[in-house]
């Protein structure tokens, strides 16, 4: 089936740093693949994703994303990251064996610092 | 105007009561799902289902069931509720993919935080 692991559980960066979450996923063909993003007590919001074609992907708020088939990765950057930017973040691959729905990677917690 | 809703947003009950949780959504989705979130935030789904074809994640009990009454709604419903059925349920909607077409994104609601004591 298809997964996706997200390496990092929780990533402290500065207000103005740089900023890649990691994201590694399982699957033979070309995945569908999601970023979204929840911050405290809210839902889950679509910050990018990637079906084919152009392999660096843009999304809201700043962020854009990879593809690399060779490693198997789709990892979420931005270059400078926002105090509003803490949350949760989650990477997700579209499971064909299960309607469609979506399998979450188990989260990476983004902490910013002043 | 709200796109995937949920109700209640917050719902506290004891252990072997039955209880339901509604979702809706405006957006003339086809298909809708039902995820739940732990209490270390890892999402799972539930439910897939449009209004052809139901598919239900092997490891979620029967006691759990998706009713829809018509497209735009997908209610849970909880028979016997556990302790360990305590976790925040989100529901969420997409259009549904053709054969051979590129798949669409999902629409979450604002999740129901079920607490079961």
């Known amino acids: 089936a298809q997964s996706v692991t997200q390496p990092d559980i929780h990533i402290t960066v500065s207000e103005g740093a740089s900023l890649e979450l990691r994201c590694n996923y399982s699957?033979?063909?070309?995945?569908?693949l999601f970023w979204y993003v929840q911050s405290p007590g809210q839902g889950l919001q679509l910050l990018l994703k990637?079906?084919?074609?152009?392999?660096l992907v843009q999304g809201i708020k700043g962020f854009e994303a990879e593809f690399k088939r060779s490693q198997s990765s789709f990892n979420l950057r931005k270059p400078s990251v926002h105090w509003s930017d803490a949350a949760e973040y989650f990477c997700?691959?579209?499971?064909?064996?299960?309607?469609?729905?979506?399998?979450f990677g188990k989260g990476t917690s983004l902490l910013v610092t002043p | 105007d709200t796109a995937v809703s949920q109700t209640p947003k917050y719902l506290v009950t004891q252990m072997g009561n039955d209880k339901s949780i509604k979702c809706e959504q405006n957006?003339?989705?086809?298909?809708m799902y039902w995820y739940k979130q732990d209490s270390k935030k890892f999402l799972k789904i539930m439910f897939s289902?449009?209004?052809?074809?139901?598919?239900i994640n092997e490891t979620v009990p029967n006691r759990f069931s998706p009713k829809s009454p018509d497209k735009a709604h997908l209610n849970l419903h909880i028979n016997s509720l556990e302790l360990g059925d305590s976790a925040v349920y989100f529901c969420?909607?997409?259009?549904?993919?053709?054969?051979?077409?590129?798949?669409?994104?999902?629409?979450f609601g604002p999740g129901t935080r079920l607490t079961v004591t």
């Open positions: 969420a909607s997409s259009r549904r993919p053709g054969a051979g077409k590129s798949s669409y994104e999902q629409y």
């Open positions: 699957y033979g063909a070309t995945p569908y």
């Open positions: 990637y079906f084919s074609g152009d392999t």
């Open positions: 997700a691959v579209e499971s064909s064996n299960s309607g469609y729905a979506l399998n």
């Open positions: 957006l003339g989705h086809d298909t």
């Open positions: 289902y449009n209004n052809k074809e139901l598919i």
